[in-house]
């Protein structure tokens, strides 16, 4: 038995989906280019990106049906940053009450 709980196998496929579409952020990618770069089929893709759609994480181009992240995916990384900035503030902050420097 798999020591990997359910709950994330299940959300495996999605997440994967999700790390390969980050790397087509200005190009867009085909549902082949997700399953190729993801190592999984075209099912299993559909399925991802559907999900990620109803999410608003993912848009599919109506034009070129290439799947692209959203802003609000994107948002997510300056969120990343912004957390840092305010902890390396505070560690300056910190470090100029005790040292002067």
């Not at 190009?27 to 997700?34: C, Q, V």
């Not at 075209?42 to 399925?47: C, I, K």
């Not at 990384?77 to 900035?85: H, N």
Request: aromatic share 8%.
């Amino acid at each position: 038995m798999s020591s990997v709980p359910n709950t994330t196998k299940a959300a495996e496929p999605v997440l994967q989906v999700l790390d390969a579409l980050a790397h087509f952020a200005a190009t867009g990618a085909t549902n082949k280019d997700l399953a190729e770069a993801c190592k999984t089929t075209a099912v299993v893709v559909s399925r991802a990106t559907a999900t990620l759609i109803s999410y608003g994480w993912c848009r599919k181009s109506e034009e070129s049906g290439r799947f692209y992240p959203t802003p609000k995916f994107m948002r997510l990384t300056f969120a990343c940053m912004d957390d840092f900035q305010r902890a390396e503030k505070r560690l300056q902050d910190q470090r100029l009450s005790m040292t002067g420097h």
